[in-house]
């Protein structure tokens, strides 16, 4: 079973500090996905990393993934308050392209 | 174009009885997928559908819970004789083509279904 583990679960930041998330996966994958999801409302896409070394950043986010140490990190630079919301990567076995394995999510919440 | 619909965003129902949750995916989007989140935990994939067809539900209980996706209308998760451990949020995605394929074509989400059983 693909097991996928984020830490910290749980992130009390300060405005304009730097944070990474961390997203460990257990078994080998093609793809990983981070999304974000605020309180009550669905999940919105972030990034999509496909291959070893792949980086993408978005404004003050920035995701890379190493396959070799099956990890992916999701850095924050100079947070804001718009960026608390629940932070989730997610993983698709080589054999099940479409059936994402989630983690427990990291609940960001960046103070002034 | 509208995103993925889902109806209702909260449902209420006695030990006992049926919920039905309805996914209407995005224009143009015709494979499905239904997911899971328990309360303090990361969505789990229960099963993905394309028109008249269930592709894999692997994920999906073997008692009580079934999924359709008719060929007119939308995608269908039916719950029998619920009982307190299906509370939870019941999301479902929509792709246009088969997420993890050649593409990188990304699962989008509805809003979700907030069953409460009492």
């Known amino acids: 079973e693909l097991k996928v583990e984020q830490n910290p679960l749980f992130l009390s930041m300060q405005e304009e500090k730097n944070y990474t998330i961390y997203c460990n996966y257990s078994t080998t994958s093609d793809r990983l996905y981070w999304y974000r999801q605020d309180p009550g409302k669905s999940l919105e896409s972030l990034f999509v990393?496909?291959?070893?070394?792949a980086v993408k950043q978005e404004g003050r986010l920035m995701a890379s993934l190493d396959t070799k140490a099956r990890l992916s990190t999701l850095h924050i630079t100079a947070a804001v308050h718009d960026l608390s919301a629940t932070y989730f990567c997610?993983?698709?076995?080589?054999?099940?392209?479409?059936?994402?394995?989630f983690g427990k999510g990291t609940s960001l919440l960046v103070t002034p | 174009n509208a995103g993925v619909m889902q109806n209702p965003r909260h449902l209420v129902r006695r030990r006992g009885q049926e919920a039905r949750l309805r996914c209407s995916p995005m224009?143009?989007?015709?494979?499905v997928y239904w997911y899971r989140q328990l309360p303090e935990e990361g969505l789990k994939f229960m099963v993905y559908l394309q028109k008249e067809n269930i592709i894999d539900e692997s994920g999906m209980p073997k008692e009580r819970f079934s999924a359709e996706f008719p060929k007119e209308g939308p995608s269908i998760l039916r719950i029998q004789q619920v009982v307190r451990g299906d509370s939870a949020a019941y999301f479902c995605a929509s792709s246009p083509l088969v997420a993890g394929g050649p593409t990188t074509d990304t699962q989008y989400f509805g809003p979700g279904t907030r069953l409460t059983v009492l």
């Open positions: 997610a993983v698709t076995p080589s054999n099940s392209g479409y059936a994402l394995n």
């Open positions: 224009k143009g989007h015709s494979h």
């Open positions: 990393l496909l291959s070893n070394g």
